[in-house]
C-alpha cells in the first residue's frame, strides 16, 4: 500500500530547490488539484511514462485513476526523490536519469506526464526531451506538461520542427505558484 504524501514532502523539495534552483524550478511539490488537472483524462490501465516525478503527486494521481503501478515508467535525476519513489510506488519502473537522456522503447506508452522545468532549460535539452518522450509514446499518444509561464513551455518553432502542437487545457489557481497545463501531441 502506498503511504500518503507527508508534510516533510515539502521541506525535501524546498531543500531540493535550494541546492539546485534551475533543476527542480519549484519551492514546493505540486498541489493535487494540478495533480488532477495533469492526469485527468489519462484513462485507467494505460502505461503511462513520467518525467520529473519529484515526491510523487501526479504518480499517486495517477494510481487513484486506475494506472496500475506496474505500468508507471518514472523516470527522475533527482536520486533523494527516486529513493523515495522506488519506497512509494515499489512496482513502478524507476530509472534515475536525466529525461534527455531516455532509453525509449518505442510505442510502448499510452501517455505522459511532464513535471519538468523545461522553460529553465536549454532548447537542445528539450529538443532531446521531448524526442525521447515520442518515441516512447504510441502515435496517437500525447505528454501533459505543466508551467508557470503565460504560454506553452515549448516554443512554437521548436513545436513545428518535431511535428507536434500544444493546446492550452486548464489553469489551475490552487497551485503554489498557479499554473497552466498543456496537452501536447504529434501533428497528423
Not at 137 to 157: E, I
Not at 170 to 184: D, G, H, Q
Amino acid at each position: 500500500m502506498n503511504r500518503p504524501l507527508h508534510p516533510s514532502d515539502h521541506l525535501l523539495f524546498f531543500k531540493s530547490w535550494l541546492a539546485k534552483p534551475f533543476e527542480t524550478a519549484a519551492i514546493a511539490p505540486s498541489s493535487r488539484r494540478l495533480a488532477e488537472a495533469m492526469t485527468a483524462q489519462i484513462e485507467p490501465r494505460s502505461r503511462v511514462l513520467e518525467l520529473g516525478p519529484g515526491t510523487g503527486v501526479f504518480t499517486r494521481a495517477l494510481v487513484e485513476r486506475g494506472v496500475a503501478e506496474r505500468d508507471l515508467l518514472l523516470v527522475e535525476r533527482n536520486p533523494v526523490f527516486a529513493r523515495l519513489l522506488a519506497d512509494r510506488f515499489p512496482d513502478a519502473l524507476i530509472l534515475t536519469r536525466d529525461a534527455a537522456t531516455l532509453p525509449a522503447e518505442a510505442g510502448a506508452c499510452d501517455a505522459a506526464v511532464s513535471g519538468l522545468p523545461l522553460l529553465s532549460m536549454p532548447v537542445p535539452q528539450v529538443t532531446r526531451i521531448l524526442k525521447g518522450a515520442f518515441r516512447t509514446l504510441k502515435p496517437d499518444a500525447p505528454l501533459w506538461q505543466f508551467t508557470y509561464g503565460p504560454r506553452c513551455p515549448v516554443p512554437q518553432p521548436l513545436l513545428r520542427r518535431l511535428g507536434l502542437r500544444a493546446c492550452h487545457t486548464r489553469f489551475v489557481l490552487l497551485n503554489l505558484p498557479p499554473a497552466s497545463v498543456y496537452r501536447i501531441e504529434r501533428v497528423g
